[in-house]
């Protein structure tokens, strides 16, 4: 059973593109979340989707940062015109529909601003 | 809201001790709680959680926690620690009684592992 895929591993943008980072859950998970992970700190929680839908995107900033989880393929977040500020460690994980269990993490994918 | 805190950035020990790694938690429903282990350039691997029953429960590579309710604490034990535990932990804490899946991370304690 493959595990959380994320892709690309690491990425290099300039000052003013859009990054576009993208996750597969497990099979048979439905449940999807994004954390951001800033050199020496630690995860803070982004946004939690279900296929379709946008659950709580409450750790968002409210611009230039998007998400989606459709109905076919994989859940996307995009960051339109990036600053170096947005320099992290971007890490999607999984979890089954119905849990009290843990999340299912992938290895992370890690943009560098310059 | 949901809140989790590691009081130490770093713990260290040596090989054989036993290792402590501290956290507390807020939360205003019931609390799931959580470890998770980091290794450099990787993802999070989940150590142990904590839903009900048992205050003490047992998880991967011989780590333990203990619930403690009035202290609103998670510790994370392990009773012989070895170098290949070198690592970051994470403590994590869902909300159980709202029913959502938002799960909220603590800031990460390495530990170190020496010979």
């Known amino acids: 059973n493959a595990g959380v895929m994320q892709n690309p591993r690491h990425l290099v943008r300039r000052r003013g593109q859009e990054a576009r980072l993208r996750c597969s859950p497990m099979k048979g998970h439905s449940h999807v979340y994004w954390y951001r992970q800033l050199p020496e700190e630690g995860l803070k929680f982004m946004v939690y989707?279900?296929?379709?839908?946008?659950?709580?995107e409450s750790g968002m900033p409210k611009e230039r940062f998007s998400a989606e989880f459709p109905k076919e393929g994989p859940s996307i977040l995009r960051i339109q015109q990036v600053v170096r500020g947005d320099s992290a460690a971007y890490f999607c994980?999984?979890?089954?529909?119905?849990?009290?269990?843990?999340?299912?993490f992938g290895e992370g994918s890690r943009l560098t601003v310059l | 809201a949901q809140s989790v805190a590691q009081p130490e950035d770093q713990v260290n020990v040596a090989e054989g001790n036993p290792l402590t790694v501290k956290c507390t938690y807020s939360v205003s429903g019931n609390p799931y709680l959580f470890w998770y282990v980091q290794y450099p350039n990787r993802g999070l691997q989940f150590l142990l959680k904590y839903i009900t029953g048992d205050n003490l429960v047992k998880g991967s590579y011989g780590f333990e926690a203990e619930f403690n309710k009035s202290q609103t604490s998670f510790h994370l034990k392990k009773p012989s620690a070895l170098v290949s535990d070198s690592a970051l932990y994470f403590c994590?804490?869902?909300?159980?009684?709202?029913?959502?899946?938002?799960?909220?991370f603590g800031a990460g304690t390495r530990l170190f592992v020496k010979a």
């Open positions: 994980a999984s979890s089954p529909p119905v849990t009290t269990g843990e999340l299912f």
């Open positions: 989707l279900q296929k379709e839908n946008i659950i709580d």
């Open positions: 994590a804490v869902r909300d159980g009684n709202t029913g959502g899946f938002k799960t909220i």
